[in-house]
């Protein structure tokens, strides 16, 4: 009867598990259909202004008068890292840090060696896993839940007016891109300097356009607008992919679960079958031996 009531417990503890991740994938579903509407309306408008830039930085010829185009030696970097603020989403955390220490240690090794390397941590997985490594420069856990655009706006404006200023030489962004519900892309993006039309390159956009007052000033008007839009398009590609890795890791973790019922309802019947025979079996010889 031992083996019966353990089993009997486990059961009742795995039921427990399978109706909470069940209820979580059923919330991180919900929470990924709008992720992925907002991802999805976004990013048209993001990859037009991407390719204006690119139209008007090939018009503007010379890029000595745009500061935020000067490609310069990167001895002061900073890491813009966007993972979660919470776990049970698989590996979606873990490679984000995973690909930050590579990226520290062998892209970056003699600028962190000289400790101009810094990190700006979006999320609490990121932070508690990297802050005691490396010197973290801003760290935004709100965000996640509530993906204001005016808070993005300040993150930018730090990060460009430290490039303005030569405290910042290059930035990088690491996050997850969104492709579908089941799938994420590892991506280490160019944040800064801007990388415009290079010599010998053509433009995306064919047509000629008369650009008034001159390509140069629009650039200026519009670069801060491009840059806090970029910013903003990879913290909901990372909402969106979160979501998506939760959701999937959850179908999986209720699928395990009911896979370890079936088999220990199995052994629970087995067990109470060869329970009832051996009960049956000792009523039999009792009944035998008064017989006799």
């Known amino acids: 009867m031992g083996n019966l009531k353990e089993i009997r417990t486990r059961i009742s503890s795995i039921e427990s598990t399978q109706k909470i991740t069940s209820s979580m994938k059923l919330v991180s579903a919900a929470k990924l259909r709008r992720a992925q509407t907002a991802i999805q309306y976004l990013r048209p408008y993001s990859e037009k202004l991407t390719e204006i830039l690119h139209n008007l930085s090939a018009s503007a010829g010379s890029m000595e008068e745009m500061p935020l185009f000067e490609q310069r030696t990167p001895e002061k970097v900073v890491i813009v890292v966007i993972t979660s603020n919470k776990g049970l989403c698989g590996a ?5 840090i995973k690909t930050v220490n590579h990226l520290v240690e062998e892209q970056y090794a003699a600028q962190h060696a000289a400790g101009n390397v810094k990190l700006v941590c979006i999320g609490k997985k990121g932070y508690e896993q990297l802050h005691a490594h490396y010197p973290v420069m801003e760290h935004n856990d709100d965000l996640l839940d509530t993906p204001e655009f005016t ?3 300040s993150i930018c404006d730090q990060l460009t007016q430290g490039f ?3 405290e910042i030489d290059k930035v990088d962004i690491v996050y997850n891109q969104f492709l579908n519900a089941a799938t994420q892309r590892l991506t280490v993006e160019g944040f800064l300097p801007i990388s415009g039309i290079e010599d010998g390159e053509q433009s995306p956009i064919t047509q000629d356009y008369i650009i008034e007052p001159s390509p140069e000033e629009v650039l200026t008007e519009l670069i801060p607008k491009i840059l806090k839009n970029q910013l903003y398009k990879t ?14 890791s959850m179908t999986k973790a209720t699928d395990n679960a009911t896979e370890i019922l ?3 309802r199995l052994k629970y ?10 009960e049956l079996i000792e009523i039999v010889s009792g009944a035998e031996a008064l017989k006799g």
Do not use: P, W, Y
């Not at 979606?92 to 984000?96: L, P, R």
């Not at 913290?235 to 999937?248: K, N, P, T, Y």
């Not at 019947?269 to 051996?278: G, V, W």
């Open 235 to 248: 913290l909901c590609d990372s909402i969106a992919s979160e979501h998506g890795a939760r959701m999937i």
């Open 151 to 153: 808070t993005i706006a």
């Open 164 to 166: 303005l200023k030569h």
């Open 269 to 278: 019947n087995n067990a109470r079958q060869s329970s009832i025979t051996n």
């Open 262 to 264: 079936r088999d220990l």
């Open 92 to 96: 979606f955390n873990a490679n984000i």
